[in-house]
């Protein structure tokens, strides 16, 4: 067995059922391995569109997600996908082929210092220069990815290694004296965040993507204690957003119930969140009547970095919430909940209809056929904000999109990966006109693999959210910003690939539109052409805090519509 | 406020680098770093001197356990040694200054390690104070090359700094 047999079959061992990935000269003796593999390959059209459907996979799935790629281009081609995995904190293993290693050094052909360059957008990565280490390599990537706070990890094969006999044994131990992460949390943090609780008059509950796996639990709790409940961008689904208890996301295009609830705050319980300045804005006039602050979080390194904490709580938020589960009490909030009830029936998510299509009622007419059962992705900009805002998600791990790196592009290959992670489900990709086409290579894929994903390109002839800040911050400036003097007939490119395009421009017709692409089996495309001028609120600008909050568009009250 | 670290990392391929990288793109605001084998096979001790105040202390130390190949970060805060070695190249235009050279090293017990017509280089042990003072006194005599080692720190007693036993996940 040479070492390219011996990386798929601890693969295989580690229980890998897909891999994603382009062929390339260096990871050519590992392709030729993978041809007698049970491992099943997705072949990509750009590394990129890999490493994001692994992630998609990884996201739907709690499972980790593999990509594959070649030296050099190959693997440089996969740097956005990693940084975004790790700021989602998403486990990955990427595995790429490096020239051999007597060439390492010499500036041969497709050699770049993957390892170098991969190693800050990484939780861990290496360089496997052994034959022999190639099970414990394999076994402690998977480790390191999928366990405490997970993320990427990327091993990089020499040609050589690949290709060199194996005569290691598979039965390897783990043995990585410098990662212990902490899953249970301390008992007397735990038992002083439940007595901040119960002295609390306006408490909230937020969850972050670190609560995704702990959805059961983070429910149980609230439903127990009564507490008003603020998913992040990243926590969508955690708990049910269709629930009485559930105050919308915070932050920059959150519900004004949600920033106004964390405003006024006493005490804030937050669990497996990072405080990303799109939650918080201004970081000093973050929260100001919270006096105690109890975050759960698996990274250390993440408590007290933003926000001051008095109850810091390293630990797993699946036991931690389990264990607060426990001792919790129903929590008396009749006049916290009225104030509540006040904002959130005042000012709920909502647009002003126009006489043209618009993209908050495209998105709510998916939700409602639907009834929600679907796992959603998007790309970055206003489309992204609208599904979130519009598209109410009852379950964990059925809402997939950037939150730490806002990549554009990455709606398709997620909603791939998606698919292949959960065949039973129907998966809508919610895209921008703007971030579709930055990965819509992997329509061939998609073609391909005849996966249930209905693309709905909101298609507003621009990069809409540049645009937005355009508007309102750089006084109607629309530096490069336009994009429908050339755009594609989308419906067409989808057709090109054989894959059934419909555009969509008359209101009249969405309801029957929704119908007509959700009744077509496998891969459809909708364009619906909405218009350019829609922006999204409520708005904190860059940098105000929760009372900055522009909660109308200020064009429209100007025009006095 | 100046904070000496001591972290005991995996003497593996690359290591300097990442931990040397995270300070970077963190942002942090590092004095010097020093580096070298232990007496136990596979582990390396670095040292840092870092300015910042308590917030940013924190965040290096936890940043810097994230990477897995560091295994353990102390804050010399309670009693510790510190030690820099320097080498000193001082210029010399006469026999005048050369004596007053060698009774100012005499003073920080410096030892002179080469002697030539023009130049002396002198060699000192010292925290990092000390080091920085005789630099600065033999400055008006013209310093023609200063080689510092970055401080390096360890506990005083029986606290050491050393892989954590075992536990279960």
Redo the contacts between chains.
């Keep these: 067995m040479n070492g390219a047999k011996a990386i798929l079959k601890a693969l295989e061992m580690q229980g890998v059922e897909i891999i994603f990935g382009h062929p390339g000269g260096t990871i050519m003796p590992t392709y030729d391995a993978l041809y007698d593999s049970p491992i099943r390959h997705v072949l990509v059209r750009h590394e990129q569109g890999g490493i994001h459907a692994a992630t998609g996979y990884a996201r739907a799935s709690g499972r980790v997600g593999v990509v594959m790629a070649t030296s050099g281009p190959g693997a440089l081609n996969l740097v956005t996908g990693l940084q975004d995995a790790l700021m989602d904190s998403t486990p990955v293993v990427a595995i790429t082929g490096n020239v051999p290693q007597h060439l390492i050094g010499t500036d041969a052909f497709q050699e770049a210092d993957v390892v170098g360059i991969t190693q800050p957008v990484t939780k861990h990565n290496m360089q496997v220069r052994n034959v022999n280490d190639i099970p414990r390599a394999i076994a402690e990537a998977f480790y390191i990815a999928s366990t405490g706070r997970p993320g990427p990890v990327l091993l990089d094969f020499p040609k050589d290694v690949q290709l060199a006999e194996f005569t290691g044994s598979f039965d390897v131990e783990i043995d990585l004296p410098g990662y212990k992460p902490t899953y249970k949390g301390h008992p007397r943090q735990i038992e002083r965040a439940l007595e901040a609780l119960n002295r609390a008059e306006r408490p909230v509950l937020m969850i972050g993507g670190g609560a995704q796996h702990a959805s059961a639990e983070v429910t149980e709790l609230a439903l127990k204690t009564g507490l008003p409940v603020i998913p992040t961008l990243m926590g969508l689904g955690a708990f049910p957003g269709t629930h009485p208890q559930c105050l919308g996301m915070p932050g920059m295009h959150g519900s004004v119930a949600a920033n106004r609830a964390i405003q006024y705050a006493d005490t804030i319980l937050a669990i497996g969140l990072r405080f990303d300045d799109r939650v918080t804005g201004k970081i000093s006039r973050f929260a100001p009547n919270a006096h105690t602050v109890i975050h759960v979080d698996i990274d250390p390194a993440e408590i007290g970095k933003l926000v001051k904490t008095s109850i810091p709580v390293v630990g797993d938020a699946k036991w931690v919430a389990a264990e607060l589960v426990k001792g919790a009490k129903r929590l008396n909030l009749g006049k916290w909940w009225a104030q509540l009830e006040e904002w959130k029936t005042k000012y709920p998510f909502t647009w002003k209809p126009k006489p043209y299509l618009q993209s908050q009622e495209v998105i709510q007419a998916f939700w409602e056929a639907t009834g929600g059962r679907a796992v959603v992705t998007a790309g970055v900009g206003q489309h992204q904000m609208f599904t979130a805002q519009f598209f109410k998600f009852d379950r964990p791990r059925t809402w997939i999109n950037s939150g730490g790196l806002g990549t554009m592009g990455v709606g398709l290959p997620f909603a791939i990966g998606a698919a292949l992670a959960r065949p039973d489900e129907l998966v809508i990709d919610f895209d921008g006109d703007g971030s579709f086409q930055m990965t819509l290579q992997e329509l061939a894929t998609l073609k391909k693999l005849n996966l249930n994903v209905k693309i709905v390109i909101l298609n507003n002839g621009f990069l809409g959210m540049v645009r937005q800040w355009q508007d309102l911050f750089h006084a109607r400036r629309y530096s490069e910003v336009y994009l429908a003097d050339s755009n594609p007939d989308f419906a067409k490119l989808a057709e090109a690939y054989g894959i059934p395009g419909f555009t969509l421009t008359d209101k009249g017709r969405l309801q029957e539109t929704v119908k007509e692409v959700l009744a077509q089996p496998g891969p459809v495309l909708l364009e619906a052409r909405v218009h350019h001028e829609e922006g999204v609120f409520p708005m904190i600008p860059s940098g105000g805090a929760a009372e900055d909050m522009i909660i109308e568009n200020p064009r429209e009250a100007v025009a006095g519509d | 406020m100046r904070h000496l670290v001591s972290v005991l ?2 003497d ?3 290591v300097l ?2 931990v040397a ?2 300070i970077a ?1 963190r942002g942090f605001n590092i004095e010097s770093l020093a580096v070298g084998r232990t007496h136990q096979e596979g582990l390396s001790r670095i040292s840092l001197v870092v300015s910042g105040d308590d ?1 940013v202390l ?2 290096v130390e ?2 810097l ?8 970060v102390t804050d010399h805060a309670e009693p510790h040694v510190e030690r820099e070695l320097a080498l000193v190249k001082v210029s010399i235009a006469g026999m005048e200054e050369r004596m007053e050279v060698k009774d100012i090293a005499e003073a920080f017990r410096a030892r002179i390690v080469d002697v030539a017509k023009r130049s002396i280089i002198f060699e000192l042990t010292g925290d990092s104070t000390k080091v920085n003072n005789f630099i600065e006194a033999m400055r008006p005599y013209g310093l023609l090359e200063v080689m510092r080692t970055g401080a390096v720190g360890m506990s005083r007693g029986e606290q050491v700094l050393k ?2 036993e ?2 279960a ?1």
């Design positions: 990392v995996q593996h391929p690359g680098q990442r990288g995270l793109r917030a924190e965040q936890k940043q356990n994230r990477l897995i190949e560091v295994i353990k892989v954590r075992k536990k996940v």
